[in-house]
């Protein structure tokens, strides 16, 4: 977590060092837990009352680092937040080994932009059968093509088309002779 100087500032002003020290620490419980302040004095509550909006947006980049949508944040296996409990990890080597098996490719699941593309989706609430849908119906498309082929690549399927790319899997599933409609077809 970082703590802006602009924060710190403003409560290292004030004439009561005790104040000041309490201030920060309200801050820096806020950013850290989701507590809420409790000022005791005017100058405190004027001061959390300027910094809100600050406060506020850096809280909302915390939370969403948490839930995967952090620059800094990744990370393999499972994670803990400050208070130990386990949260799910982004699956990036199930999502990058999808595209490998589909696709005949040999991508890496450490590649920082491979990555942030896919932690930008799961940000967005998607998780692996979405991302394993759209490999498979993008590679079902594409890989007789070989123009379309070479699109077949985290940096196009992973892209902000993702949303298209997975209604068109949705709906291809949803054709007969595909997906669970299968047994249906043959009758």
């Known amino acids: ?20 020290d309490e201030l920060i620490g309200m801050m820096v419980r806020y950013l850290r837990t989701g507590a809420e302040p409790s000022p005791r004095t005017d ?4 001061a959390l009352a300027m910094a809100r909006p600050v406060l506020d947006k ?11 949508g952090s620059a800094n ?3 393999t296996g499972r994670d803990a937040d400050a208070e130990g409990r386990e949260r799910d990890a982004i699956p990036y080597a199930e999502v990058v080994a999808a ?11 450490t ?8 932690r930008a989706r799961w940000a967005e609430g998607y998780r692996l059968e979405d991302f394993e849908a759209v490999v498979e119906e993008k590679a079902a498309q594409w890989s007789g093509d070989a123009k379309m082929r070479a699109y077949l690549r985290p940096e196009t399927l992973f892209s ?11 709906a291809a599933a949803q054709r007969p002779g595909k997906g669970a409609l299968d ?3 043959e009758l």
């Open 160 to 170: 902000p088309k993702f949303d298209g790319y997975r209604e068109e899997a949705r």
């Open 111 to 118: 590649s920082k932009k491979t990555r942030s593309l896919i």
């Open 1 to 20: 977590m970082q703590v802006l100087d602009s924060l710190i500032d403003g409560p290292l002003q004030l004439s009561n060092a005790r104040e000041g």
């Open 73 to 75: 944040g990744a990370r």
């Open 43 to 46: 100058a405190q509550r004027m």
């Open 58 to 68: 850096s809280r909302a980049r915390i939370e969403g680092g948490r839930a995967g």
């Open 183 to 185: 047994a249906y077809a």
């Open 99 to 109: 595209l490998n098996r589909a696709a005949g490719t040999a991508f890496r699941d």
